[in-house]
Nanobody
Framework: QVQLVESGGGLVQPGGSLKLSCAASGFMFSRYTMNWYRQAPGKERELVAVINSGGGITNYADSVKGRFTISRDNAKSTMYLQMNSLKPEDTSVYYC?????????WGKGTLVTVSS
């Protein structure tokens, strides 16, 4: 079955960096667009970044442009999110998502806390 497992979250000071990973299994990872979302306490889940199947096309939310970089390694069935210049408002649970045949599959998320 489809599995998405996020890792790499943690506590980081403002201005710091973290790299998240999303390990995928149970489907042909290289064929699908992948997404990173995040959800802060008391807020709706929001799209952070998208990468196409080949990795050559990416899009970002305005709030993270220039600070976050999405990438993927199709040989390892893994997607990444490099997060630099982190701000307290980036504090959220970060999720990866794939949509197949009209159905969304989500990981369980990894918590990123940006605080001094």
């Amino acid at each position: 079955q489809v599995q998405l497992v996020e890792s790499g979250g943690g506590l980081v000071q403002p201005g710091g960096s973290l790299k998240l990973s999303c390990a995928a299994s149970g489907f042909m990872f290289s064929r699908y667009t992948m997404n990173w979302y995040r959800q802060a306490p008391g807020k709706e889940r929001e799209l952070v970044a998208v990468i196409n199947s080949g990795g050559g096309i990416t899009n970002y939310a305005d709030s993270v442009k220039g600070r976050f970089t999405i990438s993927r390694d199709n040989a390892k069935s893994t997607m990444y999110l490099q997060m630099n210049s982190l701000k307290p408002e980036d504090t959220s649970v970060y999720y990866c998502k794939v949509t197949m045949y009209g159905m969304d599959y989500w990981g369980k998320g990894t918590l990123v806390t940006v605080s001094s």
